[in-house]
């Protein structure tokens, strides 16, 4: 296979094509880190390249599937981390400079240790918003990162860096994290797949006990892949203390569809354009009844559903404003002068509130959740568009379309993003389909039964060139 193929492969090809020989995993390090040399500058997509690292890792993996002997799932395949993730020997600077560089950075998180037990090459870190805390995709630390399909418009964030880095070729799996949408809407911007797993299925530390908290997902550009990372990363780890136990072995994979034209037969969901309260944009609104009409010829029970709650955004709020209180608590008033002002502001807020204040939003993020256990008694999935809207511009204070994610983020279920067409303009759109909690094979299952039949998003225009 030629560099640029490598630079194309999912990962499910190349651990084909090291099976067979006809690829190494130094060769495609080295086609990636060269994709990256010729197009990663203008878009800005990491905090942290380490080549030489990188390539002693695919040494050695290549060495291992030379005798035959590979050591784990995800063996040579090239990974990227969120820079919000401990990585030994990296600094996790948070995109935030605030954070010492100097360390000693010796503790992996848990996703990260599951990656090496597994064989992945880790070969970068992407950029983040600063402590994950906005959904644009800029930070102090590390400047603009943009969106692989138009430099002009932003991938959103807080995962900013892993789903430019997805799209663009340079690597087929990266890591996020998803707190109120942080994977799904720049999934959905950048025209790639982004899953929020169930909160615990993916084991973390430190543990986040203040507002929403972060979920740790795969980033891909495909269902299958997206699901056998999400296998190696929930495997067991005993510092998070709010972890799942662990799935069965498989269970997490995405399914073989085999040739059933109708793989959702007899699956309910509940379909909505608007949760009732989101107006999305005409084109956004065609291709969403596009991709319910083929959700039914796919055999799947659908049916319109307005939700009988209203729009959880001042929750969503509040909670993150004591999230970014309780991230710079210790900062003095030296350190956060460098802070973005908009975390500087939301933490301002987050001081602000009172505890009643607090548990009342907490309350209201149960009540949510009981109300769309409610809705799961008649619908197995739930299926909304991810975001109203495109990814906006960068330059001229384009505002964030409103997101169909939070929710969802709420109640802490899983919900993943698949591509479903790009706009007149050439920007992607997502679909956001949603499980109930740990039932993350039916959703896998829905998105690759959708995927299968629909346009796959795999080449923004600076490929190939």
Do not use: C
Request: glycine residues 10%.
């Amino acid at each position: 296979m030629a560099p640029t193929s490598l630079v194309q492969a999912t990962a499910i090809e190349l651990l084909a094509l090291y099976r067979s020989r006809s690829a190494s995993p130094v060769e495609a390090l080295r086609s990636i880190l060269d994709h990256v040399e010729r197009h990663g500058a203008p878009l800005n997509a990491f905090a942290l390249l380490d080549e030489q690292r990188a390539l002693d890792a695919a040494r050695a993996s290549e060495a291992r599937w030379a005798r035959g002997a590979p050591v784990g799932r995800l063996d040579g395949v090239p990974v990227s981390v969120k820079d919000l993730l401990l990585t030994r020997g990296w600094p996790t600077r948070r995109g935030s400079r605030t954070v010492d560089p100097t360390g000693p950075w010796e503790e992996d998180a848990p996703a990260v240790a599951r990656l090496r037990e597994q064989g992945a090459v880790l070969f970068g870190k992407t950029t983040t918003s600063e402590f994950g805390l906005k959904g644009l995709g800029d930070s102090p630390l590390t400047g603009i990162t943009r969106n692989a399909w138009d430099p002009r418009h932003t991938p959103g964030g807080s995962s900013a860096g892993a789903v430019t880095a997805v799209a663009a070729g340079f690597g087929p799996l990266a890591v996020g994290t998803d707190g109120g949408g942080s994977i799904r809407v720049p999934s959905a911007f950048s025209g790639v797949v982004g899953l929020k797993p169930t909160f615990g299925r993916v084991p973390a530390h430190p543990a986040s006990v203040v507002g929403v908290p972060p979920h740790v997902g795969p980033i891909a550009r495909t269902v299958a892949d997206a699901g056998l990372l999400l296998a190696v990363l929930s495997g067991a780890d005993d510092r998070d203390p709010f972890r799942a136990p662990p799935a069965p072995e498989g269970a997490l994979d995405a399914p073989e569809l085999g040739d059933d034209a109708r793989p959702l037969r007899g699956v309910r969901i509940g379909v909505s354009a608007t949760l009732g309260y989101i107006d999305p944009a005409g084109e956004t609104r065609a291709r969403f009844a596009s991709a319910v009409a083929l959700l039914e010829r796919l055999g799947a029970e659908v049916d319109e559903v307005e939700p009988a709650f209203a729009d959880p955004g001042s929750v969503l709020r509040t909670l993150f404003a004591a999230r970014a209180a309780h991230t710079v608590r210790d900062l003095g008033p030296e350190q956060r002068a460098l802070l973005d002002p908009a975390v500087r502001s939301a933490a301002a807020q987050g001081e602000a509130l009172s505890v009643v204040s607090y548990l009342e939003a907490e309350r209201q993020r149960a009540e949510l959740a009981v109300a769309v256990a409610a809705l799961h008694r008649r619908f197995d999935l739930l299926v909304t568009p991810t975001s109203a809207a495109a990814a906006p511009p960068i330059e001229g204070g384009g505002a964030l379309p409103a997101s169909f994610a939070g929710p969802f983020s709420l109640t802490r279920q899983p919900a993943i993003s698949v591509p479903m067409g790009l706009t007149s303009a050439g920007l992607p759109l997502g679909l956001q389909i949603v499980g109930r909690h740990f039932e993350e094979p039916l959703v896998l299952r829905a998105a690759l039964a959708f995927e299968r039949e629909s346009p796959l998003l795999r080449a923004p225009p600076l490929r190939g060139s």
